[in-house]
């Protein structure tokens, strides 16, 4: 029974993957490709503990990718099992990268940011404004052998600050952050529990004739939503998980339940507010 549950759950990741790693964004051409670190501290009763992921920033003429490099690294790898198992079905995915991070945000020209993140198998997105009441300061710093400027704004509940440098003359940044006249090298909110710096580009010398190949299930036909049903899905799809696990007879311990004041007083997420 283990046997034939294994090799369906095999064929359904064949028949699902197989289709969206071949389709990726070829009309846009990379102009330019960054790698940040994120540090931050997602428990606040765990102040010590410091999470790290790496991100990348793809760049094409008209619009940015920002994604976790693991959410890469992980279709890299299961194409290559998919590949190589065709015939037997005999695809290991232990140990393949994960991510905390499990979203998409393209940002564009005209002014729009737009978050995508898949919930069960439903794709959603929604909409955000690109900031544009960025306070720039007349300070400078180097950042990596980068001359930098910064500029501060309050974003979704914390007060940032941002080094840009306008010897890199591209409008976007990590996460959400874009708006600036040049590349966002560092931005870092004011308690420190988040932090993005640039740590790796490519020289554009090596990216003539590349395209961006962020695959297409990670943002064609979504669901479009407003920010706070996107909120209330997450929370939803969440609890819903819980359920379903006690129902199948897992048990959770007191520190994994939520509190008796229903509110999630440890997380700590990069966006406190809706404005």
Known sequence: MSFIKNSILTLIFLLIFSVSFSQTATNDSLRGEFTYLLQCKPNTESRDYIYKELFS????????????????????????????????FNIDLRNMPSSKFNFLIIQNMEGTVQFYQSLAMTLLSYYNPVIDDWKLINETKIINSIVCHKAQVFFKGRDWTAWYSPEIPLPYGPYKFSGLPGLIVKITDRTGDY??????????SDLTGKVITVSKRYYQNPKIVTEREFVKAKRNYRENIRHQLERMGTVFSEDQRPKATGKENEYNPIELSEE
């Open 57 to 88: 920033l793809k760049v094409s003429d008209h619009r940015s990718f920002f994604i976790s490099e693991n959410r890469l690294k992980f279709d890299s790898l299961a194409r290559s099992q998919i590949n190589k198992s065709r015939n037997n």
């Open 195 to 204: 932090d993005f710096e640039l740590i790796k580009s490519v020289p554009s």
